[in-house]
């Protein structure tokens, strides 16, 4: 049987769980094809590139064009006012500086001699941080953070009710977005029959029940197994 073991986000990048391989490593000598995604990790190398910028750059100019055309009817807030000023300071140039010092960020925190210089590090964590705001914008009024903790969807993770209302939120589910360039791709060209995720902490949970959404309505058939410290604990209610 083919089976792809997925581990969503929000967890920290620097902290690899282990549920996955430990699973991948009974799997195997039992017989199955095996496909592990850390997803979590995969996600923050793709918005930290210049492909998934250029994509909220569109998302920002869609935003702005939307408020300019609330402007001429007059109608705008001060909530939307400040988020205006905020996407129109979004322009060609400021992204082309984005786009050349995130992939210097990455490189430092890559390289095992420049990782160790503090000025370095720190310069290119901000980016990371600095980064993230712009992702945020791109999907307000979702708060997109880095480290993942701090991450704010607007929706509570901890009632069934609003982790069910989020999963068709174009505008503010970053998650939709990560399935379409993450998942989608390995679920067309590898048809498995059993998806399985690992979660942890409650901020998976909304990643995952989108995810779950998007594989069904893809593949019905495939059969989707959750487990991990999150499902245990949560189970009977």
């Keep these: 049987m083919k089976v792809l073991l ?5 967890w920290l990048p620097s902290e690899p769980y282990l549920s996955l391989p430990s699973l991948t490593s009974a799997l195997r000598p039992a017989g199955h094809e095996v496909i592990q995604k850390d997803v979590n990790v995969e996600m923050y190398d793709l918005m930290f590139s210049e492909p998934f910028l250029k994509h909220v750059q569109n998302r920002i ?3 702005l064009r939307h408020l300019q055309h609330l402007v001429d009817q007059k109608t705008l807030d001060d909530e939307q006012r400040t988020l205006m000023r905020q996407l129109e300071s979004c322009d060609g140039d400021f992204f082309q500086d984005i786009f050349k010092n995130i992939a ?3 490189r430092i925190l890559r390289d095992r001699k420049d ?5 370095k590090l720190e310069w290119a964590t901000g980016i990371l941080h600095e980064t993230m ?7 307000y009024p979702a708060q ?6 701090e991450t704010d969807l607007i929706y509570k ?6 982790i069910l209302e989020s999963l068709d939120d174009d505008q503010i589910n970053v998650y939709r977005d990560i399935y379409r360039m993450l998942i989608h791709p390995v679920m067309e060209k590898e048809r498995p029959r059993v998806v399985g995720i690992s979660i942890v902490q409650q901020k998976q949970l909304i990643p995952t029940f989108t995810f779950c959404k998007l594989i069904k309505e893809f593949c019905p058939e495939v059969h ?3 487990g991990g410290n999150i499902i245990t604990r949560l189970r009977e209610i």
Excluded: N, Q
């Design 224 to 226: 989707i197994c959750l």
């Design 61 to 63: 100019a869609f935003e």
């Design 6 to 10: 997925l581990f969503p986000p929000d």
């Design 104 to 106: 210097e960020a990455k």
């Design 157 to 162: 993770p901890f009632m069934s009710t609003e």
């Design 115 to 119: 990782f160790y210089d503090i000025d």
């Design 144 to 149: 997109i953070c880095f480290p993942p903790i």
């Design 133 to 139: 705001k712009i992702v945020s914008l791109g999907y």
